[in-house]
């Protein structure tokens, strides 16, 4: 698990740190701690556009499901829709860490039946509205 954390930590430090090159602002200092590190990466992302934004709601998805999944609960992916057939018959295949739907018309069709975490949270990322500044 600490490995896990220390993962999520380096990676949203890249973030910030890519973010930091781009031209933006120089956010304002937030709380300290991890929640801070991701309430600055947020601020940033708003400055720099829908595509960092999207990478980071991705990014976020995918450390809160990977910790969720580390400390064994499976159901966080019973909460997302398959993304070929939609349904809500998405589970947990430990053997081969990644999401499977067991939806029988999913089967039907001939695209693929699993998805790793970083195809879900993009999956995800894409549906979520994105709020672009006027």
Not at 9 to 34: L, M, T
Not at 104 to 133: F, K, N
């Amino acid at each position: 698990m600490l490995d896990h954390i220390a993962t999520c930590d380096n990676e949203i430090a890249r973030f910030i740190a890519d973010a930091r090159s781009a031209p933006a602002p120089e956010p304002e200092p937030g709380q300290p701690g991890r929640a801070g590190v991701y309430e600055r990466a947020r601020v940033q992302a708003d400055h720099l556009g829908v595509d960092w934004k999207a990478y980071l709601v991705a990014m976020e998805w995918r450390h809160a499901v990977s910790s969720a999944l580390l400390m064994g609960d499976t159901d966080v992916i019973c909460r997302e829709p398959c993304p070929a057939c939609g349904t809500w018959g998405l589970v947990w295949a430990e053997t081969h860490k990644a999401a499977m739907c067991v939806n029988r018309y999913c089967a039907d069709q001939d695209g693929p039946r699993m998805w790793t975490l970083a195809q879900l949270a993009v999956e995800r990322a894409s549906r979520r509205p994105h709020q672009i500044a006027v």
